[in-house]
Antibody, heavy 119, light 110 residues
């Protein structure tokens, strides 16, 4: 079964750091680009960051650029999001998702991990 | 920056009725890399449509997508009870590279 499982969320103080993980299974992880999308409480979806299948190319939304780093470990089939200098507005459920090849849509999603930044 | 605006914000319909959801882009965009997602309460989103009109794997044929340029539409031909949810449109942009979502349309039971 194709599956993504996020972990690492929690409560952190403003200015703190957190690293999210996304464990992939059921598909060849190194063949797909991966992405993070977040959803603030009661709000819509916001794309955060993406990484290419090889890991060489990364992109970030302006709202997080310079504060977050996306990475992946092929040997562990795991995607990461390192978040620094966290702000109250980073409070959200963070989803990882697989980028479907050639169509740039997100075809497999994890269940999400909740990040709460307290001020 | 391309902005996607969805309308209406909320659609109140009964099971069996037809739902028509709209997504308008602030600039003309290629139908490639245009997608629709469904999100039920407290669940992850699910890909419904990609490339504006292609159904994703396992999506029932009552869901269809259309459009080009600045106007895109998701149609649910006959609403089933499980279709009441929030729907988002999405577009991949190349410069700067990234994805944009619309603000969502909630389809609720009338």
């Amino acid at each position: 079964e194709v599956q993504l499982l996020e972990s690492g969320g929690g409560l952190v103080q403003s200015g703190g750091s957190l690293r999210l993980s996304c464990a992939a299974s059921g598909f060849i992880f190194s063949n797909y680009g991966m992405t993070w999308v977040r959803q603030a409480p009661g709000k819509g979806l916001e794309w955060v960051s993406a990484i290419s299948d090889s890991g060489w190319a990364t992109d970030y939304a302006d709202s997080v650029k310079g504060r977050v780093t996306i990475s992946r470990d092929k040997s562990k089939n795991t995607l990461y999001l390192q978040m620094n200098s966290l702000r109250a507005e980073d409070t959200a459920v963070y989803f990882c998702a697989r980028v479907a090849n050639t169509v740039s849509a997100f075809d497999i999603w994890g269940q999400g991990t909740k990040v709460t930044v307290s001020s | 920056e391309i902005v996607l605006t969805q309308s209406p914000g909320t659609l109140s319909l009964s099971p069996g009725e037809r739902a028509t959801l709209s997504c308008r882009a602030s600039q003309s965009v290629s139908s490639n890399y245009f997608a629709w997602y469904q999100q039920k309460y407290d669940q992850a989103p699910r890909l419904l449509i990609y490339d504006a009109s292609s159904r994703a794997t396992g999506i029932p044929d009552r869901f269809s997508g259309s459009g080009s340029g600045t106007d895109f539409t998701l149609t649910i031909s006959r609403l089933e009870p499980e279709d009441f949810a929030v729907y988002y449109c999405q577009r991949y942009v190349t410069s700067p590279p990234g994805w944009t979502f619309g603000q969502g349309t909630k389809v609720e039971i009338k």
